[in-house]
């Protein structure tokens, strides 16, 4: 170790019930670096971090920072060696104000008096030195979700973190936001700190990062120099072989409409009108792309699709039938399918096993008098399983206790089972390592080429416009664009993010 290093992790190893997790694992994060972890889902990198953070606790090896061996019990010591994580689901408080979360815990009294202006300040001098502009004063509620996650960057800045670990922070960003991040941790290097850096997104390490660590089932298979790397070399580190081709996609020519939304409007949970008059049909036998910035009214409109929130006016009619008042057994029931954004709110049963979750949706196969068949549950878990290449391979594995990517995968291989007519999938390949996105876009494709009519909420632009047939453009609550994929370049779409259409 030298004084150049700001963290050093030897040896560490570490072991959960049914997986090794981190095997012997040696990491360098050097000072001022931005430095990319990368590897499959279920590679060990979200254990590592936490064990850095004191979230977790390493069987054996040891960790210096600053050149200093050190043992981190919990976040508070990690804290005080300036060690700042933010995870891929944000912690923050709705209630309350940006200011307010920011503060939350690390106050500055005066007198035992709580130093509001001081504090301030501080947060605002924070934000103008490394380009963090939020407003201090809004609601959690009320801002997207890159401006959330610039609140917990200035949280662990504010709380003095020099050391700062991202877990997979670009997977909910657009385009755009990701170009304005990457500017953010260049400042935030230059002025001294050291940032390592979850992601899945290879172009995203060569744009941004310095050097990368490649990790693979628990083991550290490389760490180079971002210079001496191309995106193929790193995906064939990581999963050990030369990437598959492209995703397949025939040109079929799309069947009858089968989904229709009709001049819909609807609410947010503020009450503010989100979806201002939305009119959409997808085809049998299409993927149609809904995209554009996070929070232009396509959370609500999934939401509307999957009978959890309201329509204020305007009809959904599915083969012409209206399905506003389903309930969401009622739209399974009716050969729809919801891949939902958020896993850990709408997705999953965390306490249930694999093959429980995929089971929810096909439940009634396993009913046998008052029996439930759980044998025969397992049994058919076990080829999903594969398919999907879910890991640990384990039909009996609780969710809660697998990898972000993992439970993506199993919620995923649920909603595709029975041959659903008509699928919602927003953000399928969220979280997903290279190779199990493309299976799952190739899966997507599969269920059009079989005439799913398939809705698809991303602004991977990479993905919508290679599995996409049509595209639409939503705007503050609006649509401002329908066209076919193979006429829009990256360029118009990113116009289009930014509310501007021909
Ligand atoms: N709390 C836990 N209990 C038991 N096993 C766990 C727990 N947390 C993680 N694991 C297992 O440890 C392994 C590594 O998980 P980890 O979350 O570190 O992966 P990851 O590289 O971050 O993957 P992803 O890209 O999917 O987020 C996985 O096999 C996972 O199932
Ligand atoms: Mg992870």
Do not use: W
Request: proline share 3%.
């Amino acid at each position: 170790m030298t004084e150049t290093d700001a963290v050093k992790l030897t040896n560490i190893t570490k072991r959960f019930p049914s997986v090794l997790a981190n095997d012997n694992i040696n990491f360098v994060l050097k000072k001022g670096e931005i430095h990319a972890l990368l590897g499959e889902n279920g590679a060990g990198k979200t254990t590592l971090m936490n064990i850095l953070y004191g979230l977790q606790r390493a069987d054996s090896g040891t960790i210096e920072v600053y050149g200093r061996p050190v043992s981190i019990h919990n976040p508070n010591d990690a804290l005080s060696l300036k060690i700042g994580m933010v995870h891929q689901h944000f912690m923050l408080f709705e209630p309350f104000t940006v200011i307010e979360n920011i503060m939350l815990g690390r106050e500055i009294h005066q007198c035992g008096v709580l130093d509001r202006k001081k504090a301030r300040k501080k947060v605002v001098d924070l934000s103008e030195s490394f380009g963090l502009t939020v407003d201090p004063d809004s609601y959690i509620s009320e801002i997207s979700v890159a401006m959330q996650q610039r609140v917990e960057l200035l949280r662990i800045l504010y709380q003095g973190a020099d050391i700062l670990i991202l877990d997979e922070p670009t997977a909910v960003l657009s385009p755009q936001e990701i170009v304005e991040f990457g500017a953010i941790l260049r400042k935030l290097v230059t002025s001294g700190k050291s940032v390592i850096v979850i992601t899945h997104k290879l172009k995203e390490i060569i744009d941004f990062a310095d050097r990368c660590t490649v990790v693979s089932r628990g083991k550290v298979v490389n760490t180079l120099s971002v210079s001496d790397v191309d995106a193929h070399a790193l995906a064939s580190m990581m999963i050990g072989h030369e990437l598959q081709a492209q995703v397949q996609s025939h040109k079929n020519a799309p069947g009858p409409r089968l989904l229709s939304l009709q001049n819909i409007y609807a609410e947010d949970d503020r009450g503010h009108t989100a979806v201002q008059g939305v009119t959409l049909d997808v085809h049998a036998g299409e993927i149609l792309a809904l995209t554009g910035v996070d929070g232009n009214g396509q959370r609500e409109i999934i939401e509307v699709l999957a009978g959890v929130r309201k329509a204020s006016s305007g009809s959904i009619l599915l083969r012409d039938q209206e399905i506003q008042n389903y309930s969401p057994r009622m739209l399974y029931e009716s050969g729809c399918a919801n891949i939902p954004e958020d896993r850990h709110k709408d997705g999953l049963v965390f306490k249930f096993t694999v093959a429980e979750n995929i089971a929810l949706r096909t439940y009634r196969n396993y009913v046998e008098g008052p029996f439930l068949r759980f044998d025969k549950m397992n049994h058919d878990a076990v080829s999903l399983i594969q398919d999907f290449n879910i890991y640990p391979a384990d039909p009996m594995h609780a969710v809660g206790e697998m990898s972000g990517g993992n439970q993506q995968k199993v919620i995923i291989a649920r909603e595709l089972v029975d041959n659903p007519e008509f699928i919602v999938a927003a953000h399928p390949t969220r979280g997903l390592d290279v190779g199990a996105a493309s299976y799952v876009q190739q899966s997507l494709v599969q269920e059009k080429e079989r005439g799913a009519a398939i809705l698809l909420i991303s602004f991977d632009l990479d993905e919508i416009l290679q599995i996409a047939n049509r595209i639409a453009i939503i705007y503050n609550g609006k649509i401002i664009a329908v066209k076919s994929a193979s006429d829009l370049t990256r360029e118009q779409l990113g116009l289009g993010f930014a509310g501007i259409a021909e």
